[in-house]
């Protein structure tokens, strides 16, 4: 269990990577590909923007990756960091690798990193990000609401 003074560390760390994958999500041709529906669930709590195609819907994992490969440019894998969600990660790997799609994993791995254990599913993210929110001072709207307006915010 990671203590309160680690955890204040990490969620600065979390916000930094989830600003950069909801921004990455947005962009067009790219989808994010979860396990199921409790997954996709989560992420649209989290306010992820772009599409969420789901693994589990009763086709096989060649199938799921060759109609990927017609329709996307990047698929964004978040599949659980259990061993279950490793197999499906290396899998999908394997049969978009001829495709012209880029396949992203780096998100999988530094989600992983940043939460050092504290969550295994994708489906809890939003109930761990909630709490930690919480924890650290202010509701995770809050948070988000500032990504967002970050997000629209004029650069220049």
């Not at 067009?28 to 589990?56: K, N």
């Not at 964004?76 to 790997?93: K, M, N």
């Amino acid at each position: 269990m990671v203590g309160s003074a680690q955890r204040t560390e990490v969620w600065p760390r979390f916000l930094e990577l989830w600003e950069r994958l909801l921004r990455a999500s947005g962009e067009p041709g790219t989808v994010i590909l979860v396990e199921g529906v409790r997954d996709r669930r989560s992420l649209r709590a989290l306010h992820v923007p772009g599409p969420i195609h789901l693994l589990h819907r009763g086709q096989r994992i060649s199938d799921v990756a060759e109609g990927l490969s017609r329709d996307v440019r990047r698929v964004i894998v978040l599949t659980d960091w259990d061993t279950e969600g490793g197999h499906f990660a290396r899998r999908l790997r394997d049969f978009l690798a001829p495709a012209p799609v880029a396949l992203d994993l780096e998100f999988r791995r530094e989600l992983a990193r940043v939460l050092r254990g504290e969550v295994s599913h994708v489906e809890g993210l939003a109930g761990w990000a909630r709490r930690t929110a919480d924890r650290v001072g202010a509701p995770l709207d809050h948070f988000l609401g500032e990504i967002e307006r970050a997000e629209r915010a004029p650069t220049g």
